[in-house]
């Protein structure tokens, strides 16, 4: 469904939401990622509005991607929490619609249901035309599971925290084996940039590390989901005019630590599930 390109994601972005999103809406960005627990769903919205006013650009020429409201479980609640969002994008329909985590607080002991439900409503809001594509967010293979052994319409999007130090390589295989594309959040990553190879490296192709990190993804076959408040960065980050070499690609592969640099707890508690 997804062919590799440089997103656009929106999350704490604040006041300087809208703004950010529609320059990326008019500097070549497609895929748009939201989410109502970013709750920059509106500006999204506002900013797609303006994108489509100059005649330009169009609705259908946009990927918009949101998730379901972390919690929120049951069917009815899932469809209430969806419209919600429709009315926050001001959209008739959203191009992907994602599972944001498949474990919440106070319901790791019956995530198995839970899940299963909440992707019944996901189902029918597809086939209601509501919905183009169905997708889960940083779901594991027992999650997953869950989801392919009782659907009707499969995922077909995986978003997933990676970079080059934390790459998931077997979560990675997995999901392309059950036919999901990849998208990859916090894609530049963390400290593993820091490392001379990598700065080295980036000195070589003119580009900066974050760049680096994204025509990596690239090259994977991911979507990396890149995220800036500067109009000079948004741009500079969506056009890499470069291609890393096999020989470099196997170095930044060597960064991986298996190490996840964003301290979400909803992440750490489903390893134990």
Not at 17 to 33: C, N, P, R, S
Not at 152 to 178: A, C, D, F, N, R
């Amino acid at each position: 469904m997804l062919i590799p390109e440089v997103g656009f994601g929106t999350a704490d972005l604040a006041e300087d939401a809208e703004e950010a999103i529609y320059t990326a809406l008019t500097h070549g960005y497609k895929v748009i990622d939201t989410a109502r627990a970013y709750g920059s769903e509106a500006a999204v919205g506002r900013a797609l509005k303006k994108a489509c006013s100059d005649g330009e650009h169009k609705r259908e020429d946009y990927i918009i991607q949101t998730k379901v409201t972390p919690g929120v479980v049951g069917y009815q609640a899932v469809l209430d929490d969806f419209e919600q969002s429709l009315s926050n994008l001001g959209v008739d329909y959203v191009d992907v619609y994602f599972i944001h985590w498949p474990v919440n607080r106070g319901s790791e002991k019956t995530y198995h249901h839970e899940n299963v439900e909440i992707w019944r409503a996901f189902e029918d809001l597809y086939k209601a035309g509501k919905v183009k594509n169905l997708g889960v967010c940083n779901f594991l293979e027992r999650h997953l599971a869950d989801i392919l052994d009782n659907c009707k319409v499969k995922p077909t999007v995986h978003q997933l925290e990676i970079h080059p130090g934390y790459q998931q390589i077997g979560l990675v295989q997995y999901s392309q084996k059950m036919g999901m594309d990849i998208e990859a959040w916090s894609p530049m990553g963390r400290g593993e940039l820091n490392s001379k190879v990598y700065m080295d490296m980036a000195d070589r192709y003119n580009c900066n590390v974050g760049q680096l990190a994204l025509r990596w993804s690239l090259q994977k076959g991911y979507t990396p989901l890149s995220r800036s408040k500067t109009k000079e960065h948004i741009i500079n980050n969506k056009f890499l005019d470069f291609t890393i070499s096999k020989e470099d690609m196997k170095k930044i592969d060597e960064l991986n630590t298996n190490t996840n640099y964003l301290d979400i707890w909803s992440y750490k508690r489903q390893q134990m599930y």
